[in-house]
């Protein structure tokens, strides 16, 4: 991978172990102090990148964007999220930033809307600005998950 994706896939390389050591129970549970829990910290990461390359650029996606609205920005846990929805975005972990390398190398995102992030209320005007955001989305998420494991 190129490197605006060295951070994100060395990250999405961990998670995998951290989830296998928790039963669906604790996947589930909210710690006190959080919103959510680390079932949804999952479906927001693996979404979080698509939705911003895709959705903000008006790019189709070559992949579907799971769940959308239940793991978007300002979403939480709405209802017990099941062992094969954890290991659907376990799986998509890493393939899901392959697709999205491959369509910023094929040039598919040279023209995208500029937008401010939600988050860090900083402006995007190019897909790197873009890949910027997603590397310290996932960094905060990855801080947060540990935060997380603590708790549980």
């Known amino acids: 991978m190129s490197s605006p994706f060295l951070y994100i896939k060395s990250l ?11 039963s ?4 589930n549970s909210i710690p ?20 911003l390359c895709y959705h903000r650029t008006a790019v ?9 609205d239940a793991y978007k920005n300002g979403s939480k846990p709405e209802a ?20 999205i390398e491959q369509d910023y190398k094929q040039g598919l995102f040279h023209q995208v809307a500029a937008a401010t992030t939600h988050t860090f209320g900083v402006p995007m005007q ?4 873009y890949f910027d ?4 989305h996932e ?9 997380m494991k603590k708790l549980i």
């Open 126 to 129: 190019c897909i790197e600005d």
């Open 139 to 147: 960094a905060l998420h990855y801080g947060q998950l540990s935060q």
């Open 60 to 68: 189709a996606p070559q992949i579907e964007i799971p769940f959308l």
């Open 80 to 99: 017990f999220i099941d062992q094969a929805t954890i290991q659907y975005f376990l799986e998509q972990l890493v393939p899901s930033l392959e697709v």
């Open 12 to 22: 999405r390389e961990k998670l995998p172990s951290l989830y296998q050591s928790f």
């Open 32 to 51: 006190s102090g959080f919103k959510n829990n680390l079932a949804w910290q999952l479906g927001h990461i693996v979404n979080t990148p698509l939705i």
């Open 133 to 136: 955001c997603i590397n310290m």
């Open 24 to 27: 669906i129970e604790q996947l």
